[in-house]
């Protein structure tokens, strides 16, 4: 089978290796030095606790953007897509030893709501560090990307959570995938896959850069509710990251 019919069959696909344990270790250093301080990330709350996240509609003039524009992501994401894409946005999940997880939803479930008329969007969910059951990693349910948008209700400020009587009936017909992964291996998936993940239950931290694309052809009506209108992606090689210099 190939990449594309398995991500069409069941909604994501897990890429194993997409980029090395030295440039995962590189972006890890500057992203906490840089970001990971108290007071400039933004608080999630769930019924499953805070996570802490760091966001950017545009891709930010430093190292995160040769992951985040790399063209190890951004091809197969295109392909997965079937037209030219653009970053709706990207952030960093911090999810600390102690962090509350996150509910059943749809990432179109927020989209939806944003100006995008089309579930033509995807998410690339990078792992900073391994992810583990213990740890919080993604947990999702395989193959609903075929059900089409559900309603999300919210459930605080940032957070909303997909129906519940849909989500109890889906479990029963949709097997549950715990994404567990190494530093270095991404998970593309479709913006209408459900998907929720537990708190940090251990002692180590669970850091993931997602990469969030639109399509062109749906770019939000609305500019002033979306995270980013359509503009052409700079796409960065391969080995941008291990060339990138710091001034
Ligand atoms: O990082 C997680 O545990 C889940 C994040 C998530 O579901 C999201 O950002 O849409």
């Known amino acids: 089978m190939t990449d594309l019919d398995y991500f069409n069959k069941n909604g994501f696909i897990l ?10 270790d590189k972006l890890n250093n500057f992203a906490d030095s840089s970001y990971g ?9 769930s ?10 509609n545009s891709p930010p003039d430093n190292l995160v953007s040769t992951f985040s524009t790399n063209e190890r992501i951004v091809r197969p994401m295109e392909n997965f897509l079937g037209e030219e894409i653009y970053h709706y946005h990207s952030k960093i999940i911090w999810k600390n030893s102690g962090d509350g997880g996150f509910d059943w939803h749809q990432d179109y479930g927020y989209w939806y709501n944003q100006g995008c008329l089309y579930s033509d969007m995807g998410s690339c969910f990078i792992m900073l560090d391994r992810a583990s059951k213990e740890n919080g ?24 959570q997909a129906d519940l009587e849909r989500i109890a009936l889906l479990e029963k017909r949709h097997e549950t995938i715990y994404i567990t992964a190494e530093p270095g291996d991404v998970l593309f998936f479709h913006c209408n896959l459900l998907h929720s993940s ?8 669970r850091r993931t850069l ?18 980013a209108t359509y503009s052409p992606l700079t796409v960065l090689p391969s080995d941008s990251i291990m060339k990138y210099n710091f001034v």
């Open 210 to 227: 997602i990469v969030c694309f639109n399509t062109k052809s749906n770019s939000p009506y609305n500019e002033k509710i979306a995270h």
């Open 198 to 205: 537990a708190r940090n239950d251990s002692n180590y931290s």
């Open 137 to 160: 990693c993604l947990k999702v349910l395989k193959g609903t990307h075929k059900v089409g948008r559900i309603n999300h209700d919210p459930i605080s400020e940032t957070d909303v």
């Open 47 to 56: 019924t499953k606790g805070s996570a802490y996240l760091t966001l950017w």
């Open 15 to 24: 890429k194993k290796k997409l980029f090395s344990k030295d440039e995962i």
């Open 37 to 45: 301080k108290e007071g400039e990330v933004k608080k999630t709350i």
